[in-house]
């Protein structure tokens, strides 16, 4: 690619429009429709009640209603409970240890905790540790659930923002292709490596994610337009292997 023709790729900001893939909120709305995704948000909000409970909780005197053996996975103790904060109230359950069936019989005050946003809310025995129970069991869990579903956010939804964002908005430098490989796993990924002169710094080397067929239609030493941000060179996107692209003064897609 010649100097003259990274000149007449269009200044910023530029005119944008997809030409493959889904919209952006269409991905977006497909992602927040996973059932993954709401199990994410089940147990972040679980993990997440635990301080609550410790900053904002009330606490409350309870009266036992029922008690009972529960038989799963080992035997239990369930019992039922009423309480009221204000002028309302509220009924809630809890499993204890079936050794303490005969001290949780009917009529039994206890004293719990409680935290309620209007109707909803919720309660927990005093009694029991909010922090071994939820933090230290469902906290790890949780971290490492979300921290892939974030993964798959990033690269579903926010990437294509940020490359759409580039290509309006970034600064226009002439790239080399140094290298291709394809990284083996569960399916493979095929990697283009590169490297561009920012207009002011020092060269930059990348590397981008590819489709298949553009990786087969890329070779060492091929010439690219990459776009960057000025602040920080490493936010760069190459130009012909985005979703989105930019028109020129005529209309017409830029070549890039």
């Known amino acids: 690619m010649s100097e003259a023709a990274l000149s007449a790729f269009p200044s910023p900001p530029r005119e944008v429009f997809r030409r493959k893939g889904f919209p952006i909120a269409l991905k977006a709305i497909g992602f927040f429709l996973l059932p993954h995704v709401w199990v994410g948000v089940f147990l972040l909000g ?40 204000g002028n309302r109230a509220f009924t809630d359950s809890a499993t204890v240890r079936d050794t303490e069936y005969d001290y949780y019989r009917q009529g039994r005050t206890l004293a719990i905790r409680s935290l309620h946003i209007g109707s909803f809310g919720t309660s927990r025995l005093q009694s029991e540790s ?7 069991c469902l906290g790890p869990f949780s971290l490492v659930w979300c921290t892939i579903l974030f993964g798959f956010f990033h690269g579903w939804v926010l990437t294509p ?39 002011a710094g020092l060269q930059q080397s990348a590397e981008a994610v590819v489709d298949q067929s553009d990786y087969d239609a890329t070779n060492a030493g091929d010439s690219l337009i990459i776009l960057y941000d000025p602040r920080n060179p490493r936010r760069n996107h190459v130009y012909k292997f985005g979703q989105y692209g930019a028109k020129d003064h005529y209309g017409y897609e830029a070549l890039g």
């Open 46 to 85: 679980m993990v997440l009640l635990t301080p609550a409970f410790m900053v904002f909780g009330r606490s409350e005197t309870a009266t036992v209603v029922s008690h009972e053996l529960v038989h799963s996975k080992g035997t239990r103790t369930k019992i039922v409970y009423t309480y009221r904060e």
């Open 161 to 199: 923002i940020a490359q759409r964002r580039l290509v309006k908005d970034g600064e226009a430098a002439r790239g080399v292709v140094t290298d291709k490989t394809i990284r083996k796993g569960k399916s493979p990924t095929y990697v283009v490596s590169f490297t561009f002169d920012p207009r």
């Open 130 to 136: 909010l922090i071994s129970g939820t933090l230290c």
